[in-house]
């Protein structure tokens, strides 16, 4: 049974300089889009009690309330479900969150990036500083507790000193949880044909990170994914779904979703989508191989590392025999951890986390 969705809006008021995600600003299809994700979800959805539910985007937050409801509805949701939805702090005011609030959501996501109103300016983001605190308090009065903000370091004109300020300040407003992001400049955002000045080097952008392990758990959070850092009991269930390579629906434009043997995405284009919702773009049935690279892969971004007993049953193996010069090649430049029950990579082999995983798959 699959207990965990995820559901794509891929609407945006504009997009990000450094955006290259699958989001448009065509705000005015989103009763078109809404449709097509009911009869998506009623296609395919067999009514299983959600572990977790996450609006992701794109700005989940320009749907209306009763967008929302339309199709969760839909849905089998209890008062357990982890109900998460991304939101851009321009976007809403205090009596939006308080009816996402009533409507069962119990976790939000907001977009910060940073807290340098310059650099906001510069990435393209529409809010600014103060709209982020007064939007992280309005949904504390509202009653939420689990609430997380996103950053991106390695932005235009941005310090290691900048950066520390900006998670210092989110330290401050008694959030739960944060997410990193190093910023990557890829095909088909605005920054990969206009490169902007003053951009952090490599060094600077692991300054940046080590700067942040350093900050946040000297502030009781807990590092327990590559770019993820919470108080303790306040780690994201759908994110841990996803690294502890389980199932989920993928429901929307561009939406991913994996069953267990067959991995599969949806139309990338707008309208594509809406015309055929009950159709995947493609399917990929995953050989043994693949689903081991993928547990390999997946289970190396979490702080705890991978637990070779569960590999070797899962699949009939002996990882330490399988991968021994990989294994004594890393233990021996101290990036990678020997554990009671398996391995991880130490905070130095995070930063060259690519060339380790390629090893391994």
């Known amino acids: 049974m699959i207990k965990n969705v995820y559901i ?36 395919f959805y067999k009514g299983e009690v959600l572990n977790t539910l996450y609006f992701g985007g794109g700005t989940p937050s320009l749907l209306r309330i009763e967008d929302f409801k339309e199709i ?33 959501v119990n976790r939000l996501s907001f977009g910060c990036q940073t807290f340098n109103k310059e650099i906001l300016q510069i990435i393209g983001r529409k809010h600014s500083p103060q709209q982020v605190v007064e939007c992280v308090q309005n949904a504390q009065d509202a009653g939420f507790e689990n609430i997380s903000l996103d950053f991106i370091y390695g932005l235009p004109l941005q310090t290691v000193e900048d950066f520390e300020a900006d998670l210092e300040k989110a ?31 490599e060094d600077a952008q692991a300054d940046m990170y080590l700067k942040a392990i350093d900050v946040l758990t000297k502030n009781n959070f807990v590092h327990y994914e590559i770019s993820n850092f919470a108080v303790e009991g306040f780690e ?30 949806n139309n990338l284009t707008l309208g594509g989508y809406i015309a055929n919702p009950k159709k995947h773009a493609q399917e990929i049935i995953l ?12 289970g190396f971004r979490k702080m705890c590392g991978i637990d070779i007993n569960e590999i070797n049953k899962k699949f009939s193996i002996d990882f330490e025999d399988m991968y021994k010069p990989v294994i004594e090649k890393y233990l021996s430049y101290e990036y ?26």
């Open 8 to 43: 794509h809006i891929p609407f945006c008021r504009q997009k990000c300089n450094y955006c290259s995600f699958v989001s448009f600003p065509r705000s005015e299809k989103i009763p078109e889009y809404v449709h097509a994700l009911k009869d998506e979800i009623n296609y």
């Open 287 to 298: 050989t043994e191989q693949q689903k081991l690279e993928e547990e390999i892969f997946l």
């Open 72 to 104: 969760t509805d839909l849905l089998n949701i209890s008062k357990s479900t982890e109900f998460t939805v991304e939101v851009n702090p321009e976007t809403v005011n205090k009596k939006y969150l308080e009816d996402l609030k009533n409507l069962g």
């Open 236 to 265: 994201s269930k759908h994110n841990l779904n996803y690294w502890d390579n389980n199932t989920y629906y993928g429901f929307g434009t561009g939406a991913h979703g994996y069953d267990g043997h067959v991995r599969y995405n």
């Open 336 to 361: 990678l951890i020997k554990t009671s029950s398996g391995y991880k990579l130490s905070d130095a082999g995070i930063l060259i986390s690519n060339v380790i995983l390629a090893d391994f798959i």
């Open 171 to 201: 330290v401050s407003l008694d959030i739960r949880h944060v997410s990193l992001y190093g910023l990557k400049i890829d095909k088909g955002c605005y920054f990969y044909s206009h490169l902007p000045e003053n951009l952090p080097d």
